[in-house]
């Protein structure tokens, strides 16, 4: 039996000689020293022997528990001290490098712009609404007058998806259209969000971003567009002298039609002027909502009338900003976002 002991302190000595961390010797005191550890099992086994034997038995067994609790307290002391000397290794800092310094985020000049614009249709009494970026063709084309073989349908203008009639919006007038049909007039709503074409140059890229205007009513005029889109374009320029002229131009889902042109100035190189000199810049359609349209979503076009506008939020930066080039926008250059970010 003093020789099972023995092979039992053996096996405990090779398994020691392998922990590799504190858990691996918390596991290895369990299993000598446990409630059903080997060694404890042997110290059970004291009871039942004869007298003449047990007082050896019983010394062999305090002796090599003893030394098997100093091995593990021991081996347990040093893993811990390894693992605090190496946390302290990869934690020290190294006072005399030179500080790293840390720069103070920017917001883009288009987050920007879009809380700005939120906050100016919100303060005029507008309700803002938002839709899902994948729509159908009823929505993006169909609801909206836009004819079967219009060139805006055509695979080099829209992105469309594997799914049936599926595709990336062209336009956020999908999220009126959706407004529309599940609501009933007054309607006075506008919403924000990324729309996909088919384009890319100094002024255009395949996704940007787009804010449209709607009110639906019984006694909205051309006066009151008019009036609302001057309101708009004063705040957001922030200026009191904001010239607008209507020309008239075509929309399917307008009508009457109109492209809106604002006084400018472009003297100085690189650099635009909103509401002072001589030049005339367009900046947005607009119009009156077309009678088919209110038709197809459900609104009784002989009662209710109304009007929509829509812009580029980019093309708004740009010219509040003196951006020059839309696409340096979405490049990522963190020298650009210092310059024009807020």
Sequence with gaps: MLGNIDSIYKQFKVTISGAENCKIVEDIRVK??????????????????????????GQKINEVKQLVIKELEEVQTRLADEALDFKLRQECIDVTLPGRGYKRGRIHPITHTIRLIKDIF??????????????????????LNISE???????????????????????????????????K??????????????????????????????????????????ACLETFLRLFFKTDNIAMRFRASYFPFTEPSFEVDI????????????????????????????????????????KYQGFAFGIGIERLAMLKYNIPD????FEGDVRWLNHYGF
């Design 122 to 143: 919100r303060s005029m009494g507008f309700e803002h609404v938002a839709g899902p970026e994948i729509d159908n063709e009823w929505n993006n084309f169909s609801a």
């Design 326 to 329: 839309l696409r340096s926008c």
């Design 32 to 57: 000598f020293l446990g409630k059903n550890g080997l060694i404890t099992i042997e110290a059970k086994k004291i009871a039942a022997l004869p007298n003449e034997i047990k007082k050896e038995f």
């Design 263 to 302: 006084r400018c100035d472009r003297s100085i190189k690189g650099e635009i002027k909103i509401g002072t000199g001589n030049d005339w810049l367009e900046i947005l359609g607009s119009g009156m909502v077309n009678k088919r349209v209110l038709h197809n979503v459900g609104i009784d076009p002989e």
């Design 149 to 183: 073989n219009h060139p805006a349908r055509q695979m080099h203008d829209t992105f469309y998806l594997e799914e049936d009639k599926l595709l990336l919006r062209t336009h956020t007038s999908t999220v009126q259209v959706r407004h529309m049909m599940e609501n």
């Design 185 to 226: 007039p007054p309607l006075r709503i506008f919403s924000t969000g990324k729309v996909y074409r088919s384009d890319y140059d100094a002024t255009h890229t395949p996704m940007f971003h787009q804010v449209e205007c709607l009110v639906v009513d019984e006694k909205s005029s051309v006066q009151d567009l008019h």
